[in-house]
């Protein structure tokens, strides 16, 4: 009855694809470090520690102009055990540095951590005994993107070279 207004539609073969060195049939030819590392890379679920003005921008990469999601981090987890990217943005005080501390801790492995602008990376223009130069000095940061406070292209960029990076980590260490 309903059938005349339905057109089956197919998937292309191979043949009409052309010839591929990845693909054959329909089967894909890869590693298993580069499987599972493609899946981390393209599925990262930052953690947002915004802690000054770089907060702003950091909402900014997550709305419709710049749209982190095109990279698989739209999913912004608040939680530490959901997360596994925490991106830190603004300054670090030492009276905040042992929150971050813990909470980087709580996350589950692997784990990432990308230092937005130039507090959360040097400690900016803070040179003061309640301010920490660098949040390197309390967890491993992966990458740093210089600004204050930086664009939120500065912040997708960054994210491009921690996918990059992840890309090369080998899954078991030896």
Not at 16 to 45: F, H, M, P
Not at 127 to 151: E, F, H, K, N, W
């Amino acid at each position: 009855m309903f059938a005349d207004n339905f057109r089956v539609l197919t998937m292309p073969t191979s043949t009409e694809l052309g010839y591929n060195s990845k693909i054959e049939g329909d089967v894909v030819v890869t590693r298993v470090d580069a499987a599972i590392n493609w899946c981390r890379k393209q599925s990262l679920w930052p953690m947002p520690m915004g802690l000054a003005c770089c907060a702003i921008e950091l909402m900014a990469a997550g709305a419709s102009k710049f749209d982190i999601s095109r990279f698989g981090s739209e999913v912004m987890r608040f939680s530490p055990r959901q997360s596994d990217v925490m991106i830190v943005a603004g300054t670090v005080t030492y009276k905040m540095a042992l929150a971050v501390r813990r909470i980087y801790d709580q996350m589950p492995e692997p784990k990432w951590v990308i230092a937005m602008g130039a507090c959360a990376s040097t400690g900016g223009m803070y040179r003061s005994y309640a301010v920490l130069q660098g949040v390197d000095q309390i967890v491993p940061v992966d990458v740093y993107v210089a600004g204050c406070p930086p664009r939120p292209e500065a912040l997708l960029d960054a994210l491009i070279k921690l996918q990059n990076k992840i890309q090369k980590e080998p899954v078991l260490a030896a």
